[in-house]
């Protein structure tokens, strides 16, 4: 959570009989306050206000300008209410007040403020300024989407391609597939594709290497947030026919490593391969100086096109930086490296 620095305005004034009114109020630097939307009010913040040379038997007042309100303990009443602090002989001792975002205001960024004041004979005023910042989300939104679409490839794969706006606090994106245009009856059939979190424009590409049944296929994204709750965007459909252009997919005649893509690539890209024969295949992903940083196994029991997605991250789950990396494919006698460019 970032700070905003607290800005202070005095104005001073003398009365007649009275001394200089003076008005404390602390920390000098608060924490910026966050309220997401739909989930109840910011985090509090507290100010401790005390004064001096007031007049006996009047007060402090504590006033909210905009969507802030005040409460007199974390767990009192919240309102968008002036407090009064009753002051004793001319002194108020230092006092908490605590301070939120109100719940219930529109999404957007908020820079307002809180006043303490002591009202003097007029037009005499003594007063403090106290100006908070927050910032107000929707977690319904974790995830802005401009496009997202499903096309047919020369190798009669299906291409999904989506472009995000802004994320924030995503942990990835599943695909599902259904030969209906009913979610219900759709089945994941992707791994968790990670997540870049960023305001910047990001393009993610998944290919379906596994159709085999001709019609009419329909698919949907799924958004998938650090908090647990998720997200739909679709359905975009392709009609795939067994033949049709390019042919379906053959029984490859060679065992070999194809070229990942995207490459260059951020977030993530496809590891694709061809087996002409059933095997046990391994493809491990190699930095420049030759260490292994994250490493993939897999069974197959018939010839065909196969393929994964790295998210760019370690066996740990640490992102990697950009840079140049290898991978490797061994499948009985079989070997053969490639590059790859993450470009972040």
């Given at each position: 959570?970032?700070?905003?620095?607290?800005?202070?305005?005095?104005?001073?004034?003398?009365?007649?009989?009275?001394?200089?009114?003076?008005?404390?109020?602390?920390?000098?630097?608060?924490?910026?306050?966050?309220?997401?939307?739909?989930?109840?009010?910011?985090?509090?913040?507290?100010?401790?206000?005390?004064?001096?040379g007031?007049?006996?038997?009047?007060?402090?007042?504590?006033?909210?300008?905009?969507?802030?309100?005040?409460?007199?303990n974390?767990?009192?009443?919240?309102?968008?209410?002036?407090?009064?602090?009753?002051?004793?002989?001319?002194?108020?001792?230092?006092?908490?007040?605590?301070?939120?975002?109100?719940a219930?205001?529109?999404?957007?960024n908020?820079?307002?403020?809180?006043?303490?004041?002591?009202?003097l004979?007029?037009?005499?005023?003594?007063?403090?300024?106290?100006?908070?910042?927050?910032?107000?989300?929707?977690?319904?939104?974790?995830?802005?989407?401009?496009?997202?679409?499903?096309?047919?490839?020369?190798?009669?794969?299906?291409?999904?391609?989506?472009?995000?706006?802004?994320?924030?606090?995503?942990?990835?994106?599943?695909?599902y597939?259904?030969?209906?245009?009913?979610?219900?009856?759709?089945?994941?059939?992707?791994?968790?594709?990670?997540?870049?979190?960023?305001?910047?424009?990001?393009?993610?590409?998944?290919?379906?290497?596994?159709?085999?049944?001709?019609?009419?296929?329909?698919?949907?994204?799924?958004?998938?947030?650090?908090?647990?709750?998720?997200?739909?965007?679709?359905?975009?459909?392709?009609?795939?026919?067994?033949?049709?252009?390019?042919?379906?997919?053959?029984?490859?005649?060679?065992?070999?490593?194809?070229?990942?893509?995207?490459?260059?690539?951020?977030?993530?890209?496809?590891?694709?391969?061809?087996?002409?024969?059933?095997?046990?295949?391994?493809?491990?992903?190699?930095?420049?100086r030759?260490?292994?940083?994250?490493?993939?196994?897999?069974?197959?029991?018939?010839?065909?096109?196969?393929?994964?997605?790295?998210?760019?991250?370690?066996?740990?789950g640490?992102?990697?930086?950009?840079?140049?990396?290898?991978?490797?494919?061994?499948?009985?006698?079989?070997?053969?490296?490639?590059?790859?460019?993450?470009?972040?």
């Amino acid at each position: 959570m970032k700070k905003l620095s607290l800005i202070v305005v005095l104005a001073l004034a003398m009365a007649a009989g009275f001394a200089q009114v003076v008005i404390n109020v602390s920390p000098t630097e608060i924490t910026g306050l966050d309220y997401v939307f739909g989930q109840g009010p910011s985090d509090y913040q507290i100010l401790t206000v005390s004064g001096s040379g007031l007049e006996p038997y009047k007060s402090l007042i504590i006033d909210v300008m905009g969507v802030f309100e005040l409460a007199e303990n974390p767990g009192g009443s919240w309102a968008a209410t002036a407090r009064a602090i009753s002051d004793g002989n001319g002194v108020v001792a230092p006092t908490p007040i605590y301070v939120r975002l109100e719940a219930g205001q529109a999404i957007g960024n908020y820079s307002n403020q809180v006043w303490v004041s002591y009202n003097l004979p007029q037009p005499y005023t003594a007063y403090k300024i106290v100006p908070v910042s927050g910032e107000v989300t929707d977690p319904t939104l974790p995830v802005e989407l401009s496009h997202f679409s499903a096309t047919m490839t020369a190798q009669n794969y299906v291409q999904l391609t989506w472009v995000s706006q802004t994320e924030t606090n995503l942990m990835g994106y599943n695909v599902y597939r259904s030969d209906s245009d009913d979610l219900s009856s759709a089945a994941k059939i992707s791994d968790l594709i990670g997540a870049t979190n960023t305001s910047n424009a990001q393009t993610y590409i998944f290919y379906d290497m596994e159709l085999d049944q001709e019609g009419t296929h329909y698919y949907w994204l799924q958004n998938v947030d650090m908090d647990g709750s998720s997200g739909f965007h679709g359905p975009a459909s392709v009609f795939f026919t067994v033949g049709g252009n390019g042919g379906a997919p053959s029984i490859p005649k060679f065992t070999r490593l194809e070229n990942a893509y995207p490459n260059p690539f951020n977030p993530s890209t496809t590891i694709r391969y061809q087996l002409k024969d059933p095997g046990h295949v391994k493809i491990g992903i190699y930095n420049t100086r030759g260490q292994l940083l994250q490493s993939f196994e897999r069974n197959h029991s018939d010839a065909g096109h196969y393929g994964f997605i790295w998210n760019g991250c370690d066996s740990s789950g640490r992102e990697l930086p950009s840079g140049v990396y290898l991978y490797r494919m061994s499948c009985g006698r079989y070997s053969e490296t490639k590059k790859m460019v993450l470009q972040k």
